[in-house]
């Protein structure tokens, strides 16, 4: 009786752990799929071509500007890291808001970024004020 129990907390404390880490995975699996192409696996960019996300100034300081960007694109100068970049960025319109705060939240801390946390409820807000 009393392995049982234990083997049932054991399995119980698994399950929750692996259940902690599971948006940080997802944000990393969607980094991998929609992002790492053009800004590659470790954030740094493409020399003259495309910015940083590693150790960005700008995704340190627009924080509440990301979730367009991913939802809508960008384009126009933008300078990161005291470095110019002027090509467009497509959007992602198929991502959810869900999918959008995984990702987020993955690059505020991947890569020796430590620009905290945003909650589904700021991304949320951020997308509602999104140029349509
Ligand atoms: C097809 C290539 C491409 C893909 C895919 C792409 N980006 Fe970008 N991204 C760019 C380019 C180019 C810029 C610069 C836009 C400009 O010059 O206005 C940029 C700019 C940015 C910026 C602002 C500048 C900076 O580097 O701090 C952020 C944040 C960003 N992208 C995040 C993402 C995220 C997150 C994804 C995946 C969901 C993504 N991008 C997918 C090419 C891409």
């Not at 910015?51 to 939802?71: E, K, M, T």
């Amino acid at each position: 009786m009393r392995s049982n129990l234990i083997l049932f907390l054991f399995l119980l404390s698994f399950f929750l752990f692996d259940c902690e880490s599971q948006p940080h995975r997802q944000g990393q699996i969607l980094y991998q799929n929609f992002c790492a192409n053009c800004h590659m696996d470790d954030g740094s960019g493409l020399a003259g071509n495309i910015p940083p996300l590693a150790q960005s100034d700008y995704v340190s300081q627009n924080q509440g500007q990301l979730a367009c960007i991913i939802r809508n694109g960008m384009e126009g100068q933008v300078v990161v890291n005291g470095k110019t970049y002027q090509n467009p960025m497509a959007g992602i319109p198929q991502l959810s808001e869900f999918e959008i705060a995984n990702i987020l939240n993955y690059i505020n801390q991947a890569w020796e970024n430590d620009y905290g946390y945003l909650p589904l409820k700021t991304v949320r807000e951020n997308l509602e004020r999104c140029k349509q």
